[in-house]
């Protein structure tokens, strides 16, 4: 064995070891409420003491974007490596641990924000680390993009990025969350790693009641929160037309193999009728929130306000409801879709968020043979590796306005139950297991090398 092959094998280890514990540090600084500069400020002196040059660009006090990059030869435009710092709070959640103190339990990490995304971002610091540490020579530049707010639509991060320092992130291809590492129901192997080059459209809408307010002692016959709970049960119970997209035909096909009996029949019924879906398919598929978000755009009430105080008349109850749209759907077809089932000219419906559109990067073959090769490595031949259609918004969405093919991964491993049960992103006691995290970091480095070297 030579001295480098030798370092090769020494290094790996390490590189998972100090990548858990980068993930302790940042999931112990509560990014939930802005604060993202504190771990940027953390990061920073890790590059610092390895070399690696690195910057904190503030998009408003205390949002901070950390930006570094490994030089390569030049060969090829450079590859951007992404994760987002901030996480979503925790308020009203019923936490059987401290959210902001990660904590080891049966195996699992559980922490806010372990799934989304700090595990990717502690993976890319210590593959950056990696990589400078052991001179790896490079065929591209690899940009690190560390951002603030994308759970809240990213103006304080990679869309602030793309409008004002679109130089030091442009690169010809980026990595970002938006795949799924995918355990067996047990959790004992990871069955399949998908590669996620499109995602749903993400609008809200926020639909508006007026009222004339005064004293609650004598109600109106038409206070607006009745008139506003009508139209979010329509709302609720509206189910807008399924079809089956080219990418969302092989989920089903795939998912179809781990299912059984009447699902396993309607997920290979609808990828076999695709685009459209037989009513009775899509009375199955429609009952899984999972396997419903894939053949559908979806609308769902998220907010709720009335007036401030229980003695007093609301003016207005509002609510808003979260539309997360299929790539060839129109915000518009399903601004339309919603004032058709509301049917109530009282009830006002405007657009509130404005991020844009989901979108959709060609697959690249160099991008797909890159996971294929590093899944298979690392999990063996039983893998599968699949393309797929995200039903969540990322950053990813401003890279791909900006010309940038942008590919969603994973490095932290679950269960399909888990996700159902909540235990994934954005739920109550999100966790992690704890054994395959080692292997996601080598997944991130594998593919981070085979495009960059
Ligand atoms: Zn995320």
New binding site residues.
């Given amino acids: 064995m030579t001295a480098l092959a030798l370092a090769l094998l020494l290094a790996s280890p390490s590189v998972a070891a100090e990548a858990r514990q980068i993930l302790d540090q940042i999931l112990a600084v509560d990014t939930s409420h802005g604060g993202e500069t504190r771990v940027c400020a953390l990061i920073k002196a890790r590059f610092d003491q390895a070399g690696i040059e690195s910057q904190i660009l503030e998009s408003a006090p205390g949002r901070g974007n950390l930006i570094a990059r490994l030089k390569g030869s030049g060969a090829k435009k450079p590859l951007l490596l992404l994760a987002?710092l901030d996480v979503v709070p925790v308020e009203g959640q019923a936490w059987n641990t401290k959210p902001f103190e990660p904590t080891e339990k049966d195996g699992f990490l559980y922490a806010r924000g372990v799934s989304?995304?700090k595990a990717m971002a502690a993976a890319i610091v210590a593959v950056a680390l990696d990589l400078k540490r052991s001179g790896a020579r490079l065929s591209r530049d690899v940009i690190i993009a560390l951002t603030a707010g994308?759970?809240t639509g990213g103006a304080a991060g990679a869309r602030w990025l793309v409008e004002y320092h679109k130089e030091l992130i442009d690169g010809e291809v980026a990595l970002n969350?938006?795949g799924d590492l995918m355990l067996d129901e047990k959790g004992e192997r990871v069955l399949q790693a998908s590669l996620q080059p499109a995602e749903k459209t993400f609008q809200t809408f926020r639909l508006a009641v007026r009222g004339k307010g005064g004293h609650s002692s004598v109600p109106p016959l038409d206070n607006p929160i009745t008139t506003l709970a009508r139209a979010l049960v329509k709302v609720g119970e509206l189910r807008l037309p399924a079809h089956v997209l080219p990418l969302v035909k092989g989920m089903l096909e795939n998912a179809a193999l781990h299912e059984q009996g009447v699902m396993a029949q309607a997920l290979r019924g609808a990828a076999a009728s695709a685009p459209a879906v037989a009513p009775q398919d899509e009375e199955v598929l429609s009952k899984d929130r999972i396997f419903n978000a894939d053949i559908r755009t979806t609308c769902v009430a998220t907010m709720l306000q009335g007036s401030p105080q229980d003695n007093v008349l609301p003016t207005v109850a509002e609510a808003q409801v979260n539309c997360r749209i299929l790539p060839d759907e129109s915000i518009e077809q399903t601004q339309a879709a919603l004032v058709k089932a509301i049917g109530d000219p009282l009830v006002e419906l405007t657009q509130v968020s404005h991020f844009g559109v989901g979108g959709e990067s060609p697959l690249r073959p160099d991008v797909e043979a890159a996971v294929r090769a590093a899944a298979k490595k690392i999990w063996g031949s039983e893998v599968t590796v699949l393309p797929t259609m995200s039903a969540?918004a990322?950053d990813s969405r401003y890279l791909r306005q900006a010309g940038i093919a942008a590919y969603g991964i994973h490095v932290a491993p679950g269960t399909l139950d888990d996700q159902r049960k909540g235990f994934g992103?954005h739920g109550a006691n999100e966790r992690r297991p704890v054994r395959f995290l080692a292997d996601g970091v080598r997944y991130l480095e594998e593919i981070t090398l085979s495009l960059a070297r």
Wanted: net charge negative; no cysteine.
């Fill in positions: 987002h989304d995304d994308e759970e969350e938006g969540g990322t992103a």
